[in-house]
């Protein structure tokens, strides 16, 4: 509530100093939606964090034992503390960054460097993504080697986490920076159509990695194995065949390199297609267990969830391109960041923040959408495996990484894209 308060006269003030200084409508309205979210989010989390303590359903008074359970309330509040930490540190430095026009300075050090348009937009957003990663990284640091360690989940070296954040630099400037450039060097070339070529370009972007994330990306981080002949292999086999599913990939990745906690997951199209056991998985759970887990993966792909995510993330795409050339022209959107120069690359960075509220909202359209999709996965595993094999899993995967078993509806409703475990339990005896 202090917090809210303190946001209110800080707005408050920064109000007056616009009537004084001038700031332009677009300004006003980048600082108010930043507030807003930021204010939203301390009271989802709030709200979330007042049923740490509650009493555990009985569906799921079986994960923890006494001393598990006080642990896992210990490890909710200290990531509570940290996030609160972290995103008002962002939020104070966001509006410093705003206030002060430092995206104004950065866009003026770009041009003393080159004139070329293009160029100056992937350098504007270098030097950005750069810094922001450079001054979040010591709460990084702390995450990792200070609350997950302090809990038993880290595994993850300090050489591990440099290395990681190398190879996050590559993949963003070859990912981020090359999607980033053909945005531009389409609405360079074409200025009012740009954005149908550039959603074409995306969209074979998302494509392609879609189908060759497993082959490509994760190597760059894991180490990717055959899963060997033995029984695990031959039950998930037996499962494939009984449910008319033709499965040759099944790799084991090396999960346990960075932390204990355990997952799996399906990725691909057609021939690329492949399950992921992290080796984790395979030491904490029974092979019933897993071929019950994999069957819930398989059910995805049956379903067709995957090709209607993909669906729905192209036409979400060429949503977003329409909206945002409709802002192309404005050039109070690069005053609002403190440009002197009417510049793309800074229409992006102001719209990125303006279309915000329209993104949570899909975004909780999508939520919605996934937490059915898990049901309908949940109901295959259940028809054609034993449901009491993917119940214990569930259990099992949330004791081992500490989940929160009775988190708040709002805070569920916002920020869940599965359903709760106890939500998933009664779902599978109801059905």
């Given amino acids: 509530m202090l917090i809210i308060l303190f946001v209110g006269k800080f707005f408050k003030g920064l109000w007056e100093h616009h009537l004084t200084c001038g700031y332009n409508a677009p300004f006003v309205l980048i600082m108010s939606i930043i507030v807003f979210n930021f204010i939203l989010e301390r009271i989802l989390s709030f709200l979330n964090s007042k049923r740490y303590n509650a009493e555990l359903p009985d569906e799921v008074k079986d994960v923890y034992d006494s001393r598990q359970y006080k642990k896992s309330q210990k490890y909710k509040m200290v990531n509570e503390r940290f996030s609160l930490i972290t995103s008002t540190y962002s939020f104070i430095l966001i509006v410093t960054i705003l206030v002060f026009h430092v995206f104004g300075y950065v866009d003026q050090l770009t041009r003393t460097i080159t004139s070329n348009p293009l160029l100056v937009a992937l350098l504007f957003f270098a030097f950005i993504m750069l810094a922001s990663d450079i001054l979040n990284t010591p709460f990084a640091l702390y995450d990792t080697f200070v609350i997950e360690e302090k809990f038993g989940f880290n595994k993850t070296t300090l050489k591990t986490f440099f290395l990681d954040k190398i190879k996050g630099w590559f993949l963003a400037a070859v990912l981020g920076g090359g999607i980033t450039a053909l945005i531009i060097w389409f609405y360079l070339l074409t200025r009012q159509m740009f954005w149908v070529y550039a959603w074409i370009a995306v969209s074979g972007v998302m494509l392609f990695i879609n189908m060759f994330y497993s082959t490509l990306i994760v190597p760059l981080f894991n180490k990717q194995t055959p899963l060997e002949e033995g029984p695990l292999r031959k039950a998930i086999s037996n499962f494939c065949n009984k449910v008319d599913f033709t499965l040759d990939n099944v790799f084991v990745i090396d999960g346990s390199k960075r932390s204990t906690k355990a997952n799996a997951y399906f990725t691909g199209l057609g021939s690329e297609k492949r399950i992921v056991l992290y080796d984790t998985l395979i030491d904490d759970l029974s092979i019933d267990e897993i071929v019950a887990v994999l069957a819930h993966e398989i059910g995805h792909y049956k379903k067709k969830h995957s090709r209607l995510n993909m669906l729905l993330g192209v036409v979400q795409t060429g949503i977003t391109l329409y909206v945002f050339s409709l802002f192309t022209v404005n050039p109070m959107l690069s005053w609002a960041l403190g440009a002197k120069v009417h510049s793309i690359h ?86």
């Fill in 346 to 431: 800074m229409v992006i960075l102001a719209f990125g923040i303006i279309y915000s509220p329209i993104s949570t909202v899909v975004g909780l359209a999508l939520n919605l959408l996934s937490r059915f999709n898990e049901y309908q996965a949940d109901r295959f595993a259940k028809k054609h495996y034993d449901a009491k094999y993917l119940v214990s899993a569930l259990k099992k995967l949330s004791s081992k990484s500490l989940s929160n078993l009775t988190p708040h509806p709002a805070y569920v409703f916002f920020h869940y894209s599965h359903p709760t475990l106890m939500q998933r339990i009664r779902a599978l005896k109801k059905e």
